[in-house]
């Protein structure tokens, strides 16, 4: 069965310094992974998704992931993070002909100025 | 609208009442879904909709759930004696494709249902 673990409850970083999000998944094939981003009161937004091709992946708002088979991970970066980045992200997978993802618990970021 | 709305935003419900929160897509939009996301936890799937069928409900926790699209636009979620445990955020989503995998799903901001 698929499943997806984001190992990081919480995490707190200062303004400006760099981030990375763990993320790994079970799946017997190559999955579609996918990363959300949730801020209060607000709903999921899409930060950015690998199917094939490039393993490093290019999202919105400065966000990138890279997908590696040999870990069974796909992890979110940002070389520097805005206080503005604060919220709940979550890592995704979806397994090839099918209409569901399947979501972690999510990591809830901390931005200290 | 320019995306999901879903309503009510909040809603408290005594136990044993039945609820139903409506979800209206994005106009076009063939894909809807419908997740479960209970407090400190992701969403989990609960039901999918092309248009107007109801391709997968493997999700839905039990037979007290139940989900319509039947114009192949608005659709509800209707839960019937709720109980404590139903208490969670209700997403709605809605992708223009017919595989999501092909396209991005677009999230409405949720219904908190709060049952006492």
């Known amino acids: 069965a698929q499943s997806v673990t984001q190992p990081d409850i919480h995490i707190t970083v200062s303004e400006g310094a760099s981030l990375e999000l763990r993320c790994n998944y079970s799946?017997?094939?190559?999955?579609?992974l996918f990363w959300y981003v949730q801020s209060p009161g607000q709903g999921l937004q899409l930060l950015l998704k690998y199917f094939s091709g490039d393993t490093l992946v290019q999202g919105i708002k400065g966000f990138e992931a890279e997908f590696k088979r040999s870990q069974s991970s796909f992890n979110l970066r940002k070389p520097s993070v805005h206080w503005s980045d604060a919220a709940e992200y979550f890592c995704a997978v979806g397994a090839r002909n099918t209409d569901k993802l399947i979501f972690g618990t999510g990591t809830r970021l901390q931005v200290f100025p | 609208g320019a995306g999901v709305s879903q309503s009510p935003r909040y809603k408290v419900a005594k136990r044993g009442q039945d609820v139903a929160l409506r979800c209206d897509p994005i106009?076009?939009?063939?894909?809807l879904f419908w997740y479960q996301q209970a407090l400190g936890q992701g969403p989990e799937f609960l039901t999918y909709f092309q248009n107007e069928a109801q391709l997968d409900k493997s999700g839905l926790p039990s037979d007290r759930f139940f989900a319509e699209r039947p114009e192949g636009s608005v659709s509800t979620l209707k839960i019937q004696r709720t109980q404590q445990e139903d208490s969670a955020v209700y997403l709605c989503?809605?992708?223009?494709?017919?595989?999501?995998?092909?396209?991005?799903?677009?999230f409405g901001q949720g219904t908190r249902l709060t049952v006492v």
């Open positions: 799946y017997g094939a190559t999955p579609y």
């Open positions: 106009s076009g939009h063939v894909s």
């Open positions: 989503a809605s992708s223009l494709a017919r595989e999501l995998m092909n396209t991005e799903a677009f």
